[in-house]
DNA sequence: CCTATTGCAGATAAAATTTATCCATGATAA
DNA sequence: TTATCATGGATAAATTTTATCTGCAATAGG
């Protein structure tokens, strides 16, 4: 059972764009850059996470990545899955059909009970990704976060934040 | 997030030799017959079991694999943790120190809330893969399973297991 | 003792997945 | 018109997973 690195880069890129002031949107080369992540490698996650809705992307110069909603309303849990995919971790295989003796199908179409208690685990698993919101995240950082990296981190994002022309969605 | 196959399998055995009885084993081979699996590869899973103190190993003929504890007393997470390994899911590579502005260490002796809260969601996973023991699994079998498949697994077990000369662990 | 069966460790290899890079394209602010 | 930025696809490197084989140690049964 293994999370892919991408979760970890996008859970802080996300956390980072909700300092974001209004509708103004970072770059994903400064994302990358406060990170230290490889940039193209990197546009693939704001990519996926652009795909679920929990950002949004606007092109062209002073152009980048913000949130789509409001950061109460993002979970941890709807970052995981957008990048890891929805499929439960446990995958069953059905191999209790594979014996030697074949037996008629009928035979089970009641699910599996091993499967069923991994996916009560997984479950029990997202529900608690999902009590976790990304304002969470950034509320945590800011009163229990050392104040050096806090400021700095402040400091990143004022610095590489681009106001946008007109508003479509929540003006801050 | 994934789990390899290898779970399912090991599960499935484990279960299967919950039903062995006494002190007798069942050798691997016939393991791997019961769910169509490659022999060659599934011993190393049942290794990984014995390593966990899970199985039981008897070498030489008659011998074979059993529980090495009461089915009550092995937990799915047990398994799980012995096929995929006891770290976590999620690895924090503290990119968070990876910006361009270096900070001193010190600003970085708490741990980082998104970590916290990435493992406080597999504390809930671990948790709950704890509340099923492998005497559930075998009780859900035999109360709710087919009792077509039921009987076909009984017989097969009833086949293979091998009586072993002087008992050591737990006799029936 | 001898032999056949079985678990075990290690080397090896095939396959799949993850990680990473690059380039061409389209959008758009200046 | 130009420079900046997101997007998508192609591609490749690296790592992990899956799988097989071989030689070795243990042992029940003759």
């Given at each position: 059972?293994?999370l892919?690195?991408?979760?970890?880069?996008?859970?802080h890129?996300?956390?980072t764009?909700?300092?974001v002031?209004?509708?103004?949107?970072?770059p994903?080369?400064?994302?990358?850059?406060?990170?230290?992540?490889?940039?193209?490698?990197?546009?693939?996650?704001?990519?996926?996470?652009s795909?679920a809705?929990?950002?949004?992307?606007?092109?062209?110069?002073?152009?980048?990545?913000r949130?789509?909603?409001?950061?109460?309303r993002?979970?941890?849990l709807?970052?995981?899955?957008a990048?890891?995919?929805?499929?439960?971790a446990?995958?069953?295989?059905?191999?209790?059909?594979n014996?030697?003796?074949?037996?008629?199908?009928?035979?089970?179409?009641?699910?599996?009970?091993?499967n069923?208690?991994?996916?009560k685990?997984?479950?029990?698993?997202?529900?608690?990704?999902?009590?976790?919101?990304?304002?969470?995240?950034?509320?945590?950082?800011?009163?229990?976060?050392?104040?050096?990296?806090?400021?700095?981190?402040?400091?990143?994002?004022?610095?590489h934040?681009?106001?946008q022309?007109?508003?479509?969605?929540?003006?801050?």
């Amino acid at each position: 059972m293994k999370l892919g690195e991408g979760v970890e880069a996008a859970i802080h890129c996300a956390a980072t764009l909700a300092s974001v002031e209004g509708n103004s949107t970072m770059p994903g080369a400064a994302l990358a850059e406060a990170f230290g992540l490889s940039p193209s490698y990197l546009l693939k996650h704001l990519n996926m996470l652009s795909a679920a809705r929990i950002l949004e992307s606007v092109p062209g110069p002073a152009g980048g990545y913000r949130l789509a909603r409001a950061a109460e309303r993002i979970t941890l849990l709807d970052i995981v899955l957008a990048i890891e995919g929805r499929e439960p971790a446990f995958r069953c295989g059905e191999i209790r059909r594979n014996g030697p003796v074949k037996i008629d199908a009928s035979a089970y179409v009641k699910p599996c009970g091993i499967n069923a208690a991994m996916l009560k685990a997984e479950r029990a698993y997202r529900a608690a990704l999902a009590e976790t919101t990304l304002s969470d995240i950034v509320a945590d950082y800011a009163e229990e976060g050392d104040p050096r990296s806090f400021a700095a981190s402040c400091a990143f994002v004022a610095r590489h934040q681009r106001p946008q022309k007109s508003s479509s969605t929540k003006p801050a």
